[in-house]
């Protein structure tokens, strides 16, 4: 039956990759009867299609990813109330003892590898492009999409299955004894993809279409690749030509950067529309305070992502001004006029809400790769290769922006890294960075487990283990190792013989 499931899964993606859309804000819908992709793709106007559906395939991953980046980390958590459907596993997400059955886990992963499997695809055919230049160009698109989201999966779950060509219903049983391929084999094919895309993209946007990638792109994100694997000096080389020739520039205001449509301190981002078909952003309502009615937008909210007592505090104890009324609000009016502050759960993450006319359909686009990043990460690798004096510049370039005051004082190259690590907290709160920095930085269990050992600073989440029905409070002891890669998808584990587990101890 599971077998069952997923070739209808595969044919049903095939057959979405195929329908007709005409830009990227398009949802692509099911044809009638399926084609195969040998046979739909004939023409560049037809790939072009392909690589409009793939760029829409980023939407479902996102719209979870923030469960399995945000909410481990220490800056959200999930709501002070117990009272909606979900609140069970994102507990368990938190405090980190997920079941491998878990939805978010397990949607994340399958709506990943569906649109790898677009994107496969849609490279299978990008022959039938007779401009080199062009098929190049096209190539170049598909290739860092499907970087980027190795990239996301190895960092989460470690040891991947690896698939760079699409599977055929003629392949099914090929697809269920795919083994994981190591960490180092899977950022050889980021790498490669990655340099192929930075060496073949355009520095333009194909048809100057607002959300495609270009070669600035994806050598900022081939930067961020190699920093990740501490190969310091080939970092340099990418993040340094980004920052000095790109055109790309900090925002003057910080709050322009979410509000400003196509900013030009974006590199690569996720595009949403509201009002043309199922293609909005959810995140207006999944991140408004649960049970706020209409008193923070339209159609009530889910209370995902709340902020944390500590980010919170850590910003107003600095009194950055990127905190409050700008990343998120503490409060909120309902609609008595009564005021709920973030102790009774009315905080929430304010960089993506506007107000949508449907529910779970806003207009905010969300940033994947911006400018101020590139700058932080040449700070980090100055830092690695010279030594703080050379890194700080750029840390304080950052913070200009922000406007507060330089760092003078950072003498040695640790404690700018903890100085560094802090100020990309304040910068990217709430973009899906916050877990993958601190596992980059090799803090991830030091935080993590100060974090939850802090009784001011949500040291109490629920435990899995429900008493006559009702979810018990414990405080957690410092986290392992083990625990910092995610499980891997029940249902992938009991359809694929050769796919072995993380083990939690």
């Known amino acids: 039956m599971i077998k ?48 409009v559906g793939c760029y829409n395939g980023l939407q479902a991953p996102l719209n979870t990813e923030f469960f399995l980046t945000e909410v481990r980390s220490d800056n959200a958590k999930a709501t002070p109330s117990a009272s909606y459907e979900s609140v069970q596993m994102i507990c368990h997400l938190d405090g980190f ?33 007779t401009d080199d230049e062009l098929k190049r160009h096209f190539k170049g698109e598909l290739m860092m999409l499907r970087a980027y989201h190795y990239f996301n999966l190895v960092r989460l779950f470690g040891p991947l299955p690896i698939y760079e060509s699409p599977t055929k219903v003629s392949e099914l049983d090929d697809y269920f004894i795919k083994t994981r391929s190591s960490v180092d084999e899977v950022y050889v094919l980021i790498e490669s993809d990655l340099k192929y895309a930075a060496a073949n993209l355009a520095d333009e946007p194909h048809n100057k279409e607002a959300g495609r990638v270009t070669s600035w792109a994806a050598k900022a994100l081939l930067g961020r690749v190699y920093l990740t694997e501490e190969k310091y000096t080939e970092a340099e080389l990418y993040l340094s030509d980004v920052y000095t ?18 900013s030009k301190e974006l590199l690569f981002y996720v595009r949403y529309a509201a009002n043309m078909g199922n293609i909005g952003s ?59 502050d973030h102790l009774s759960g009315g905080a929430y993450c304010l960089k993506y809400l506007s107000q949508p006319e449907l529910v779970f359909d806003a207009e905010n686009d969300f940033p994947v790769l911006r400018f101020a990043d590139v700058i932080l990460m040449l700070a980090e ?17 950052v913070r200009a922006r922000a406007g507060v005051n330089p760092y003078l004082d950072v003498t040695t190259r640790s ?41 001011a600073t949500d040291a109490e989440y629920l435990d899995p283990t429900e008493v006559d029905g009702k979810a018990q409070v414990q405080n957690f002891l410092p986290l392992g190792t083990d625990r910092l890669l995610l499980l891997i998808p029940e249902r992938e584990i009991k359809a694929n013989p050769n796919m072995t587990q993380n083990i939690y101890k």
């Open 4 to 51: 069952n499931n997923i070739r209808i899964l595969i044919l049903a993606l095939a057959a979405v990759l195929l329908s007709s859309c005409e830009s990227l804000f398009e949802k692509a819908s099911m044809p009638e009867c399926f084609t195969p992709g040998e046979a739909f793709y004939n023409n560049a106007d037809e790939i072009n299609l392909g690589i």
């Open 97 to 129: 003892f997920p079941q491998s059955s878990n939805n978010y886990i397990e949607d994340y992963w399958s709506d990943t590898y569906a649109n790898i499997q677009n994107i496969n695809t849609v490279i299978d055919q990008i022959d039938v492009v």
């Open 245 to 262: 020739k790109s055109g790309h520039e900090l925002e003057a205001d910080y709050s322009n950067v979410f509000t400003e449509e196509e």
């Open 282 to 340: 959810p995140f207006a309502n999944y991140f408004a305070p649960i049970k706020s009615v209409n008193a923070v937008v339209q159609g009530d909210g889910k209370g995902y992502n709340y902020p944390t007592d500590d980010l919170i505090y850590t910003f107003q104890e600095r009194q950055d001004p990127r905190g409050d009324s700008v990343s998120f609000k503490t409060s909120f009016l309902n609609e008595s006029g009564a005021e709920i």
């Open 381 to 397: 690798v100055k830092n690695e290769l010279e030594g703080p004096a050379a890194a700080a510049p750029y840390l304080n370039e």
């Open 415 to 455: 404690a700018f890294k903890d100085t560094l690590l802090l100020e990309r907290r304040l910068e990217f709160s709430f973009e899906n960075l916050r877990w993958f920095d601190m596992i980059r930085f090799g803090k991830a269990e030091e935080i993590m487990s100060a974090h939850f050992g802090n009784s």
